[in-house]
């Protein structure tokens, strides 16, 4: 049975890194380019953001919804430069790429499937993680088994540029972005070359996952059979192509959450959203929540895994352990111990996104890590100051007995 989509979208995340020394700079350089432009948020327009999250996520991720007409005159009045570093100073800033058109393409050399690029954007926190997020939409109506087919190819796209059978019928069809290669290349030219990430042993061959489909209510609903719908969605949730047979349903409750004609799937590496349009919130309403709030929602915890991985990262790499020390116990006394949301389906997002990003066993590992770390240092301060102590006491000794000579000698 083909079963038909109603609405669908696939948003595509790059994680990279900017040293923090560059961070300024790297600003700069994206306020420079015409196609992209910061993008503020707006307490009368933004209602659903201003009230899903908690005051502290909106004053470090959203902190433009409390800014006045005055200081937005005032921004828009400075140079690249001084916007720059008026930005690089805040917590976490959103951008709007905007193509020169449409990115229309399609998979396979003639009854492909048709794509659209539909959103870029960049978002950038003063940690120097940045993420691209890229949404694609298929043709309306298209069935299920090309959403599943695209995603599968679609978010290795990064490791696919070297020579592949199977990725050399992937095209894009426009004069900005006219073969996977010049897809690969715009990554590129917005993270450039990702060195730190790749040392920090972050996977960047492998693009990030966050789906949405809703399919028509002719295929899901109270008459479906439910064990059909349910292997489809093991596909869709492990990224699988169609042709992918499905004998038993692997997941778990800690892995899926289910609503009534909506499954929930999450993972290391993905989120997946399957709904029927039964419901009529499943086309309407709960799609741009998804691309929204949950989504930013989704950022805020991959930020915060990254740069716990980071922070493990530069302990290991750094003799400065001052520099370290203090940004781990920011971190540790603030953006730790935040709640996003109120919200009655974020808490249980959040609880999902928690576990599935290992969030707490990093930050335990990090922990002990920093412990081993302060007691070696403390030790190495002690005895620095020992070595110091000694090395004063044998100069006032020098010094007595040179005195004591000089006076006995006479």
């Known amino acids: 049975?083909?079963?038909?989509?109603?609405?669908?979208?696939?948003?595509?995340?790059?994680?990279?890194?900017?040293?923090?020394?560059?961070?300024?700079?790297?600003?700069?350089?994206?306020?420079?380019?015409?196609?992209?432009?910061?993008?503020?948020?707006?307490?009368?327009?933004?209602?659903?953001?201003?009230?899903?999250?908690?005051?502290?996520?909106?004053?470090?991720?959203?902190?433009?919804?409390?800014?006045?007409?005055?200081?937005?005159?005032?921004y828009e009045s400075m140079d690249h430069k001084m916007k720059a570093n008026l930005l690089s100073k805040k917590p976490c800033c959103f951008f709007e790429y905007h193509l020169k058109e449409d990115v229309p393409g399609k998979i396979g050399e003639k009854n492909g499937i048709f794509f659209d690029i539909t959103?870029?954007?960049?978002?950038?926190?003063?940690?120097?993680?940045?993420?691209?997020l890229m949404k694609t939409a298929?043709?309306?109506?298209?069935?299920?088994?090309?959403?599943?087919?695209?995603?599968?190819?679609?978010?290795?796209?990064?490791?696919?540029?070297?020579?592949?059978?199977?990725?050399?019928?992937?095209?894009?069809?426009?004069?900005?972005?006219?073969?996977?290669?010049?897809?690969?290349?715009?990554?590129?030219?917005?993270?450039g070359t990702n060195q730190i990430a790749k040392k920090m042993n972050l996977d960047t061959n492998k693009l990030i996952t966050y789906a949405y489909v809703c399919l028509d209510q002719s295929d899901w609903n109270e008459n479906t059979n439910i064990k059909m719908i349910e292997k489809e969605f093991e596909k869709y949730r492990n990224i699988k192509p169609a042709s992918e047979q499905v004998n038993d349903i692997t997941y778990l409750s800690d892995n899926v959450y289910k609503e009534k004609y909506a499954y929930y799937a999450f993972s290391n590496n993905s989120t997946?959203?399957?709904?029927?349009?039964?419901?009529?919130?499943?086309?309407?309403?709960?799609?741009?929540?998804?691309?929204?709030?949950?989504?930013?929602?989704?950022?805020?915890?991959?930020?915060?895994?990254?740069?716990?991985?980071?922070?493990?990262?530069?302990?290991?790499?750094?003799?400065?352990?001052?520099?370290?020390?203090?940004?781990?116990?920011?971190?540790?006394?603030?953006?730790?111990?935040?709640?996003?949301?109120?919200?009655?389906?974020?808490?249980?997002?959040?609880?999902?996104?928690?576990?599935?990003?290992?969030?707490?066993?990093?930050?335990?590992?990090?922990?002990?890590?920093?412990?081993l770390l302060y007691k070696e240092y403390e030790i190495g301060k002690s005895n620095k100051h020992n070595t110091w102590i000694i090395a004063i006491i044998g100069i006032m000794l020098i010094f007595n007995i040179i005195n004591l000579f000089m006076i006995f000698g006479k």
């Open 119 to 132: 959103k870029v954007e960049i978002i950038c926190f003063s940690t120097g993680l940045c993420f691209l």
């Open 1 to 74: 049975m083909e079963l038909k989509t109603k609405y669908q979208y696939t948003y595509f995340i790059y994680t990279y890194i900017v040293e923090e020394n560059k961070y300024a700079d790297y600003l700069y350089s994206l306020l420079k380019k015409k196609q992209c432009k910061l993008k503020l948020w707006n307490r009368k327009k933004d209602t659903a953001i201003d009230s899903y999250f908690l005051p502290e996520i909106k004053e470090e991720m959203f902190w433009s919804l409390d800014l006045n007409q005055q200081a937005l005159k005032d």
């Open 138 to 191: 298929l043709t309306e109506n298209s069935p299920f088994t090309d959403v599943l087919n695209f995603n599968y190819k679609f978010r290795d796209i990064q490791s696919a540029v070297a020579p592949s059978k199977e990725y050399e019928s992937i095209k894009i069809q426009t004069n900005k972005l006219n073969n996977m290669q010049s897809f690969a290349e715009f990554i590129k030219q917005i993270a």
């Open 272 to 371: 997946m959203l399957l709904t029927s349009d039964i419901n009529v919130n499943h086309y309407t309403k709960l799609p741009f929540q998804y691309e929204n709030e949950y989504l930013y929602h989704y950022i805020y915890l991959l930020h915060k895994k990254n740069y716990l991985k980071k922070l493990t990262y530069d302990f290991r790499q750094t003799k400065k352990f001052e520099s370290v020390k203090r940004r781990f116990l920011n971190f540790a006394k603030k953006d730790w111990i935040y709640e996003v949301t109120s919200d009655d389906l974020g808490v249980i997002l959040e609880q999902y996104y928690r576990k599935e990003q290992n969030l707490d066993d990093t930050f335990m590992k990090l922990k002990n890590e920093y412990d």
